[in-house]
């Protein structure tokens, strides 16, 4: 089998409109829709073989450095077909190969000690995914920091809705264990049918420390000049908001923390309505 083959049989199916936030929506211009599922279909193919529960370590490393081989030309096809896009429109390699460190990273680090450790892998997983999409665009580098913050929520929020399946499936946790212990706790609360008060204080501090990241980006959508990308970072922005007041109220381990499609829609809509307003205001 080649390795293109093995990736294909590693992919969970996960597709664009699966994902927890909107990913190169009808709202993104389309000169910019193909460019921003290259990077798509290239992150969700590394995505999916660092997640893979079966595939043993040494191999998703080997696969993933074939990946990164991809983006300089020889290697995977959707790592190739990315390496293109960024050459054709002088954009940088490094927001595919961050990306790549940090599912290589996946791979040798199951546990994290602190705050600054999980935003130190945001930096790789998720960061440079909006850096892309504002290169594409032809955005200010200005943005970045709040891209950064916005990006960030967006990751722990993903890491606090799936705190069990993480820990049951591939043994990963991404709460800090130092803050598990100081309420007497470990990991093996994550793999309970129930979160105990203790850990939901846990997910509800690190929620909190979420809506920090969330104020830092809150002029992030209003600063984007194309209009069609400001509206759909405005979006992600409420979506993200309102998960962290769920994250508040409910417990991940055994209740939903996702949006159902109406709940999203209505949300969408609210920040579509509400960013185009905003933009019609002076100052």
Known sequence: MSDDQTISALQSGKGHTDENFPVASWLV?????????????????????????????????????????????????????????????????????????AFVQ?????????????????????????????????????????????????QIINHLQDCGKDYRTIDRVYIPEPLLAAVGLDVLALGEAKARPELLGVIRDLTRQTQDLLRISAGFARGIRDLRLSMEVAIIQRLAEDLCAVLLSRDPLSQIVHHSKPRAATLALGAVLGQAWRRLLPG
């Open 106 to 154: 996946d791979c040798t680090v199951g546990r994290y000690q602190d705050w600054d450790g999980l935003i130190d892998y945001c930096a790789k997983s998720a960061m440079p995914v909006g850096r892309y999409v504002l290169d594409v665009h032809g955005e200010d580098r200005a943005l970045w920091p709040m891209n950064d913050a916005l990006c960030a929520a967006l």
């Open 29 to 101: 211009r389309p000169d910019a829709r193909g460019p921003v599922m290259a990077y798509y279909h290239f992150a969700r193919a590394a995505d999916d073989i660092a997640d893979n529960p079966d595939a043993p370590a040494e191999e998703k490393l080997r696969l993933l450095a074939w990946m990164r081989s991809g983006l300089e030309g020889e290697g995977d096809p959707r790592a190739q077909g990315l390496g293109k896009v960024c050459r054709e429109r002088g954009i940088s390699l490094a927001h595919g190969h961050d990306l790549l460190d």
